[in-house]
Each structure stands twice: as structure tokens, then as C-alpha cells.
């Protein structure tokens, strides 16, 4: 018979107000197993957990029994207080009254009955308990870092300067991500290259680093330690080693001066070459060719660069290459972009091309844009004298076909940014931003936009803009509330720049699907707290850096990705991982081999095997399932599968869930 | 509930739009094509109804300025659609004795021999109960 | 042999006396091209507008009998009118998502089966694009209308709530520039083509609607429009009421499709 102590906590009044803590200790003093019951205000506490430890050793306790709340917050508090006491952490069981009763109910007499009920199911659990013991996984220290802008780049930077080895993945040809194309970053108005670029030939150098460029994650297996992983490195058409990066095949190339595609990098503003490096500085400083628009993949002709590369690195023949690697511990900095302005006709951008985005608009003002840094409109070259700004495009917005609930952060400093920039170059332009509210949460970032409207007379408007109307003449008109003073303005605009909302990166569904890590109907990965643990994801050994976990300028992206990196370096440290003891385990005696548990298994833990049995004195070789304790999650698939009742989950055994629900049934 | 809360209950069960979803950002003024004529702009439709200023509301001409056109429907980031709000209000007048915009005796003064019946029977609709 | 399309046909009281041009032009046309149209007997006028407040009911009653109609024909409702459009069609989405307006509705009406939506409302330019496709309307074409300078003008209720109608994309559409071009014209694009002209406030601030319309004029012949098509006869009304259309003729879009078509004498 067990010696089971309960211990009720209050949770100030998140529980003792909805539930009578007193009377829960009362009624369940008496239960089967049960010598000691106690209640405290907060068990997680020290003093709480003193209690327990005191409780443990006076009264000689073999098992335990938490009323609070969910065992996804302090399981783990109270079994590493009972280890701390002696007592085998698996003897612990926590009944949640928490969110699953105090949280959810209004009457105090219902969830007081609920919280004892759910308490006699904890204890019956607890009397069937069997001390586990954890097992011991092996770490790879190696890291894998998806994607390869600011937030990837500095994470592998930080794991890779404590001295582990780190793989970068990144889909487009360079790394650099969307900060290599912005021009000036604000609140210091650094040029974003010029930052950039030396992180970038630092990844590239670091002896612990290994940059996979045009390449993309295939397929994941393994768990948090023994991560396996399908790179697929995609064929470049061009032979690494060879090439030395002198760009003839770029200016050569026929589809460089008549063909049409438009360059993503400029945002579509210019056209590329089919075999191109995105942008001068790209690393790696080897060029890529775009199969699908290339002539010669296309029909045959051509071949024209294959001819002219003095080094001869062109290798037509190229195929994607396959390569799988182990990692112990997965980022995911996989960034962002900007949402599809389809649903926003009324502001004319699809209509016009003097309406641009606001990274269009970078793209423009960098010397090394496809204008060569000087603001001109895309109608007719002539540089604008009323610039309009429009702000809240498509965030804060309640439509989902439309666009995004959330704000996007980061639009109010940049549009402040563009409209001194703009200003500080050509003082004669007039600018107005329409905005609903200005957010400026950071370091000096009020003092930015103050200057912009103080110093640079930047003309500030509170309200939005109804409609953006091309003129016979070319300009735009555009139709605007001034709120504040009460009016409906129809303003002359030359250009008008859209503060379009940020997405995260549309491939991050699949990503976050193979990693079996959470993700929010927005598609940002989920983190596994959201004020606690903001670089972590639910899933053990997945941490989350920059934009792909919610919207963020520069300055958070850096030092979330430093925190990323310090997860890892945590993880890749311990030359081991204690595993989840709760595991299946197979009873050979009643196994018939029938492969079911094999079969709805999502881990690939169970195989099968030859096994000699001993039955009632009959020696036999019996093929029978067997769990590989690394893999197994506990998920409870196969227990529940099993036809023949031989497969059980250890610390969640058949006997002990009936027991549970025997319970609350009495 | 307070009885505001209520009125506001009402208001939002009638016309199927919530005005505490309004962020005003004032897209809806933007759009609106009878903006000179109104001389409570669609924006504040949402904020009137929420301080209980509904007399001023009531008084008002712009409900019947309002050309029904859902522009500010279409537009609206929030989903408040103000031109239901709009019409709430015109409903509420309308539906008080005495409160139409558009008396019949009114209606043989403003005939014209093109007149066509969509226009009269749309008037007609809008403008009563 | 193509057997020839039937559909309902809800012309709608404007049709019948002020506008009939844009009815009969659209008869002549819908023959020329394989379809036909069988009006439904005993239609009631739509109300031209679409009653916002969630407890009406009565005035959604004429509509709700049209669509029933053309369910039990086993046909989709066909409609002209931009107003009738927008009321049939938003009446047809209450009965098929609001609980409350179809219990209402359907006993008040008793039909031998009660009515939840089943009905395809479609506007005539709908049938060109999605049923006869504006490549075979081209095909079809005897007189193009080469060199014309033509700005459709949707007015609002063809459009709006976009989500609704369903019927094209409120901020940028397409489909009259689609049909235009079908018919060997150019489409003129001004911004003022989906924006209101003014509708009913007509009867009581005709001055509003002049300055409305004097916009749409000034905007759409600032892109080089020499006429204007439309398929609403309150906006028809609106806009010959303006000065400018004296030399901007304003056509119904079905009298230029009956013209291009080679039918329009006969019509």
C-alpha cells in the first residue's frame, strides 16, 4: 500500500476563489493511500515546496499528489522537489484544478465537487505508480540554423563563436535575407549593408560554420538531440569550386538586356539575367541559373555563358544534391515579407506604377537599386515632388481574406525613416503621412519621428486614405481624412509609398509541419511562453529567431537571435539528455506480432524483432514488438492500438487509466 | 449591462455591425462620396453610438445624406461597415412617428417625365420606414 | 447542337416602363447568342434597395418569391438592373446563412418546400463572362465597335459588398472592360467608374447628384472616353441629367452589345 501525500494549492485566489481548497483537503484526507493532505497558498513556491519535502520525510511518503495547476507548468517543479526529498520523481502526479476546473467554472459548489473528483482520480493513479527511471539520449553537437537573413546569420554567429559546429540553410542563392535589401536602417540610420555585409563574409569564413545557399529542408526526423535532416542542396548549374565569381556569364547573357524577368531582389522594379547573383555583395559570390526562364534549358539554344566562363564552371548537367546531416538542435529564422496587395485595389497599385511599397521604395533610394539611388516615379522617370505615405495597409485589419489582425511593428519608424531621408537628399519635396497611430515602442524611436516632423516638417495626418485616383495627367490624386481638423482632403501626390503589412515567409507552414512545431493562424511560429520562453517552441530542441516568431525590427531581431543562440548552446553543452521514462513497452508473453502498434506509430519507435520467449515453461523464438525508448514520445497510439492489451505506456498503464476513471465514475 | 450598454445592444442587433471594433482610423470618411454633405461624418457614427449621444445622432441630417453606395462597407479594416450604422440610425428615425425624410404629399412636386420608378420606389425605402 | 440555355428572368419594374432599352436590347441579344430568357410571372418590384436592418422582412418578400421560383424551374435567376442584382442578391444570402431571415421568409411565404438559397443569381454580364465566355461573344460579334473609346461605368450596387455579390473585384474589376473588349472597343479605366453616382438622393439633393456625375464625366473623358455604358437605370437617370452628356452619350451596355452583335434594329 502507497503512503500518498496531497498537497491542495490555493494559487492566491486563482483557484481558492472558485474552489474551496479547505474542503477539497478535507474530503479527500480519507481516500485509499492517502496519510497526509495539506493545502498552501502557492506549492511552487519555496516555502511550498519545503512543505512537501518536510511532508515526505516525516511522514515517509512513497507517492505524491498536486492539486494546482496544469502539469505543463510545474510537473517538473514538483518532480525535482520530490527527487530533492528522496523520492523517485515519477511517484508524482499532478490533478489539474486549475485551468481545467477553477479557470473554466463560475460555481464555487461545482468546482469544489469537480477539484475532489479530479483528486480521488489522481491518487487511485497514483497507487498503481512504479518508480521510473529516466533514460540518457546523446546530443550531436552540431546546429542547424533555417534561413539566412540578420536573425539566422547572427544565431549561427553566436553558437559558432562558443565553439560549435552550425549549418545555415537558406532557399535563395546569397543569405543576407531582407536586411540586405533595405537601404538605410533606422533608429541610427546606419546603411544596412554596410552592417550587414561583414556579418555576412564572417559566416562565410567562421571555421564552424557551413552555409548551404540555394538550398531547402526536405524532410525531418529524429527528436530534440539526434535531429536527422534532407537538405536538398537545389543545382546551381554552376560548378562551386570553379567559379570565381567575375560575373562575365551575368553581363553576357543574352536575357540580361531583352528578356523580361523581373530581378526579386529589386522587387520586380528591374529585370535580372536567367544566370545571376542576386546582388553584388552575395555570399557566396557564385551565381546561380534560373532553370525555368534560361534559354537553354527552356529550348536548347544558347549556352552562351558555358562558352565564355574563362574558369569553365557552368555544368548544365547539374543535378540537385541530397545530403543528410545530423543536428542536435534546430532554429528556425526562416523571415518575412510582405503581404499580397490584391485585395486593395483602391489604392491603385497594381493600376499605377508610381504606387510602391515601401521595401520597393528601399529598393529605390539604395545606390545600388535599379535607379542607382535616385527617386524617380516608374511612369516617367521624373523625380516626385509630393510624396503621400500610407500607412496601416492591410495590419490591424479585422478581415482575414483581406489582410492582418496584428500591427506590423516595424511601418511607423521606417516610413519616418524614408520620409527624412527623402527629405534630407531633396529638401523640396513635399511629404504627408496618413496614419492611424503613430508606434514608436523603442530606444530613441519617439525622438526619430519627432525630428522627422519637427525638424523635417514632414506633414503628419491623422486618418486613411479611401482612395489613391491616377489622373489624366499622370499624377495621383489621393482622397484622404484629416480627422483632427474634420476634413475630407483630395491631395495631389506624385508617388505614393504603402505601408503594406509583414507576413511571415509563406514556406514556413511546410517547415514548421516537418518539425512538428506549433504555429498561430498568422503562420508565426508559436513560442513555447509567450513572456517566459519567447525564443523556444513547444517542441523540444526547435527555437525560434526573429520574424518568423512575430514582428520585429533589427534591434529585437539581433538580440533574439543571441537568446536562440544561448538555447542551443544550453542544449549542446550536456553530452546527454535525460529521456521521457514514460514509454511503451511490450509484454513479448502477449504479443502476436500483428504490427499494429508499428503501424500507427508516429515516431518509427517500434520495430520487430526475433525474440526468444519463455511461456509457462515453453521456450519459443516469437517475432514481437519492440520500442526504442529514444524515439517513443509516449504518445499512447500504440497502448490504445494494440488488440492483444501487450503493448502498455509505463507511468500511463491501461490498469491506471481505468483506475482513473473508476474514480471519477464512483 | 447599463442601459447604454443596452441601447448599444440593440443597435449592434439591429444592424448586425459592432461599433467597438472601430479603431478610427477615418478610412471610412475617406471613401465616403457625400462627405460635404454630412454634417456628422461616418467615423463618428461608431464613437456617438458608444457615448449614448444618440438625440444628437437622431437630429442629424447625415443619415439621410448617406447615399448607400458601401463604400465605407467595402472599406472598412475593422469590419464595423459604418454605413450599417448609418442605415441603423436612419431605421431608428424612420420607424419614430413623424420622422421620415420623405413625405408623400412631397412626391408630385419632384416628378419629371424621366423619372424612373427605381428612383422613386429606392427614395421611397430609404427615406421611410 | 448546343440545346439553348433557359434561364429565369427577373426584369424589374424600371425595365418595364423607363428603361426598356436596356431590356430589349438584352432580349434581342440573348438570342443571338443561344440563350433565353423566361420572364417570371407575378414578379414584384425588388425595392431597389437592400433593407440593412437585420429584423426586416417584408420588404425582402418580393425577392424571396422570385428565387424560390427559379428554384422550382430548376433554373438560375437572371437579373439587368444593377439594383435588382444587389437586392436579389444579398436577399439570396440571408436566406442561405441567416437563420433567422429564412425561418421568417419561409413561413410567411409556405412554399411547398421551404427556401434556403438554392437559387444561382446571376447578372446578365455575369452569363456573358462565366456561361458564353468572352471569347465566343467576340466570335460572335458581326460589327465591331473598332475605335470607340468606351469607360464602363459600374456605379456602385453592382459590386458592393464584394464578398457577397461575388461578382467581380469592387476596387479593380474587370468584367466590363472584358466585355468591351469582346466587342472590338477599347475600355477606357478612370478611377470615378466604381464610385457612386449619387443613386436615390436624386429625388430630394439633385444638385449633389449633378456634382457627382459632372465627376465621373470630367474623369472618364480626362482618359479619353468618348462614351460611358451601364447597366443601372437610376445611374442611366443621374448621368443624363448632367450636362456633359451631351456629348458624352451614355448607352445602356446591352444596346452596344445588341449593336455589335447585329441585332439591334430588329430588337
Known sequence: MQKIGVFVCHCGTNIAATVDVKKVVELVRYEPGVVFADDYMYMCSEAGQEKIIEAIKEYGLTGLVICSCSPRMHEKTFRACAEKAGLNPYMVEVANIREQCSWIHKDKEEATKKAVILARAAIAKVNLNAPLKEGESPVTKRALVIGGGIAGIQTALDIADAGYEVDIVEKEPSIGGRMSQFDKTFPTLDCASCILTPK????????????????????VSGYVGNFDVDIRKKARSIIFDKCTGC????????LGKIGNIPSEFDRGLKNRPAIYMPFAQAVPAVPVIDRENCTYFKTGK?????????????????????????????VVATGFDIINLDKFGEYAYNESPDVITSIELERLMNAAGPTGGHLERMSDHKQPKDIVFIQCVGSRCDSEEKGKPYCSKVCCMYTAKHAMLIKDHWPDTNITVFYIDVRTPGKNFDEFYRRAVEQYHVNYIKGQVGKVKPQPDGSLLVQAADLLDGKQINMKADMVVLAAAIEPNPGVRKIATMLTASIDNNNFLTEAHAKLRPVESPTAGIFLSGMAQGPKDIPETVSQAGAAA??????LAKDSLKTNPCTAQC????????????????????TYDDVQVMDHGLRETRRVAQVNNALCQGCGACTSACPSGAMDLQGFSNRQITTEVDAICR | MTQLEKNIEAIKEMSGSDPYKCMRCGKCTASCPAYSEMDIKPHQFASYIIRGDFEELIESKAAWKCLSCFACIERCPRDVQPGKLVDATRQIVARSRGGDYLQPEEVPGLLAEDLPQQLLVSAFRRYRR | MAVTMKYSYYPGCTLKNKAQDLDRYARASAVALGFELEEIPEWQCCGGVYPLATDEIATKLSSVRALNYAKEQGQDLITLCSACHHVLKRVNDDMKNVEDTRTRANNYCEFDEPYSGETKVLHFLEVLRDVIGFEELAKKVVNPLEGRKIGAYYGCLTLRPGKILDFDDPEDPKIMEDFIRALGAEPVIYSMRNECCGGYTALKDPDF??????????????????????????????????????KVPVYYFTELLAEALGVKEGA
Do not use: W
Not at chain 1, 545557399?213 to 526536405?218: A, G, H, P
Not at chain 1, 543535378?319 to 534546430?330: N, R
Not at chain 3, 437605370?233 to 448632367?242: A, H, I, Q, W
Open chain 1, 247 to 254: 560575373g562575365e556569364c551575368m553581363t553576357k547573357c543574352p
Open chain 3, 209 to 246: 447628384t449633378k456634382q457627382r456625375t459632372a465627376q465621373i464625366f470630367d474623369d472618364s473623358t480626362g482618359f479619353g472616353a468618348d462614351c460611358l455604358i451601364t447597366a443601372c437605370p437610376l445611374c442611366m437617370y443621374n448621368l443624363n441629367k448632367s450636362d456633359a452628356s451631351s
Open chain 1, 587 to 606: 509484454d513479448t508473453l502477449l504479443c502476436n506480432g500483428c504490427s499494429t502498434c508499428a503501424n500507427v506509430c508516429p515516431y518509427g519507435a517500434i
Open chain 1, 566 to 571: 544561448v538555447k542551443v548552446i544550453g542544449l
Open chain 1, 302 to 330: 544558347c549556352g552562351v555563358c558555358s562558352k565564355l566562363c574563362p574558369s569553365k564552371a557552368i555544368d548544365y548537367e547539374q543535378q540537385d544534391e541530397i545530403v543528410t546531416v545530423k543536428y542536435g538542435a534546430i
Open chain 1, 200 to 219: 555576412m563574409v564572417e559566416v562565410n569564413q567562421h571555421p564552424n560554420i557551413t552555409l548551404y545557399t540555394y538550398s531547402e529542408v526536405e524532410k
